[in-house]
């Protein structure tokens, strides 16, 4: 018996491992979903870049130069569980992405957001883009560039601030000099015209479907894991609850005072407290501690249920301070980014339920690490 196991083992270990799994990649992709939307769309806004689609060899290029410390970004690195994943587990989350054809629906194609000349910018581009990131905004495989086309524009523009400021290396050479000389009315004309290269990958009458990996096989049993040190864990039950665990040496009060600051300073509204537990204790009732702070933005609260009633349900959105049989604490919420998870919504409320998963999370990262 153990050994014909073993010998099962053994003979599908390789194979396993060289194939990436995009059903595990789809589970993978709920952490990434908080920030970048669940089709890996991306939002309008610096923060948010595109990843459905991008080729697998930049995914993963630009996934080890965060893990390594060479790009920085250090909310991703505590709230999506990279720097904790086995190679296995990057190959299916960049091979998911991957293959996720937005760009061929209409509905998803980037349009110029910022004030540019596209024609103005064809030239420049044609000139001094084009060797490497190809004549139609592709990019290239064997000069590990990514493609332009179909990147939000703001994205791009926030990127190529920081070649010029040297926070981020450009075309893998520290001496890149490609943007000094450019002002930045130039860069807007050459993004002008990189955001219409996607237009080319659109079909006419092409409706994008997500694959549903996850419900089209049965759930394997995957042994429990332990929860990343620091890192956040997106429940696998229900999968709509990102939690973090505080990090040694954070009490209760420093997390809460570090999340309301952090709030403060993304100006989000502090609408309501409530100590469950202290309540329940000072009816004499034995209780672990729990806390529930609630949030909200009147200006997004609006957008949302002008475009459906329904969000006021997940208003205003609520981190709570819980703590378990271990007497261990945990922030939690809901995941925002599961409400668009069923339908294509219309890119203002996709964008909103972005920027509030990510701002909950800063909240949340501010309350698990003390820090603000
Ligand atoms: C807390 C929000 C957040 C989460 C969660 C998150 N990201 Fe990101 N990600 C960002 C931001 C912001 C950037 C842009 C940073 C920059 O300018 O370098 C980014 C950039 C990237 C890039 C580079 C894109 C490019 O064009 O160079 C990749 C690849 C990426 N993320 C992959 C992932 C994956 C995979 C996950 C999930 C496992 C994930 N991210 C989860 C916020 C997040
Ligand atoms: C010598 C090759 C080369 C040339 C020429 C070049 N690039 Fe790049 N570019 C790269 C590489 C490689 C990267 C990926 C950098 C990384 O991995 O962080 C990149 C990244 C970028 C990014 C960031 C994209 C993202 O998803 O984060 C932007 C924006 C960009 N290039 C714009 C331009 C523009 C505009 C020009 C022309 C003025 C240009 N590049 C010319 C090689 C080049």
């Avoid at 610096?46 to 250090?74: F, H, M, Q, T, V």
């Avoid at 096989?217 to 999968?239: C, E, K």
């Amino acid at each position: 018996m153990i050994r014909s196991l073993l010998l099962t083992l053994f003979l599908t270990l390789p194979y396993a491992s060289m194939a990436a799994d995009l059903a595990n990649g789809e589970r993978i992709n709920k952490n990434c979903a908080l920030c970048h939307g669940i089709f890996g769309q991306g939002a309008t806004g610096r923060l948010s870049p595109r990843l459905a689609g991008l080729p697998e060899y930049y995914l993963r290029k630009s996934i080890a130069d965060y893990i390594s410390g060479k790009r920085s970004n250090p909310t991703m690195m505590k709230t999506s569980g990279l720097a904790q994943m086995s190679q296995q587990e990057i190959d299916d989350v960049t091979a998911y992405l991957s293959s996720l054809k937005i760009a061929r629906d209409q509905r998803f194609n980037i349009l110029q957001s910022a004030p540019g000349n596209p024609e103005n910018g064809e030239e420049l581009y044609m000139d001094d883009c084009k060797t490497c990131h190809a004549k139609d905004g592709m990019g290239k495989e064997k000069k590990d560039s990514p493609p332009l086309a179909g990147q939000h524009p703001e994205y791009l523009f926030q990127s190529i601030q920081m070649f010029k400021g040297k926070v981020r290396e450009h075309a893998d050479d520290p001496e890149d000099e490609t943007f000094t000389d450019y002002s930045d009315q130039e860069v807007l004309d050459m993004l002008a015209f990189a955001a219409t290269l996607d237009d080319t990958l659109v079909v006419p009458g092409e409706r994008f479907m997500p694959p549903r990996l996850m419900a089209a096989r049965p759930p394997l049993p995957v042994p429990p894991r332990p929860a990343p040190s620091g890192g956040l864990r997106i429940t696998d039950i229900t999968q709509t609850v990102a939690q973090m665990e505080l990090k040694p040496g954070v009490t209760r009060e420093d997390a809460v005072q570090a999340m309301l600051s952090k709030a403060v300073e993304l100006n989000l509204k502090l609408v309501g407290s409530q100590e469950v537990s202290r309540e329940l204790e000072a009816r004499g009732v034995e209780t672990p501690f729990l806390a529930i702070y609630q949030f909200c933005n009147p200006m997004d609260a609006r957008t949302m249920i002008i475009n459906n009633p329904i969000f006021a349900s997940y208003m205003p959105c609520r981190i709570s301070l819980v703590e378990d049989a271990q007497g261990k604490y945990w922030l939690m919420m809901l995941n925002l980014d599961m409400l668009i998870n069923s339908q294509l919504l219309p890119q203002a409320v996709v964008d909103t339920a972005i920027k509030v998963n990510r701002q909950m999370l800063d909240i949340m990262v501010a309350g698990a690490t003390g820090e603000f």
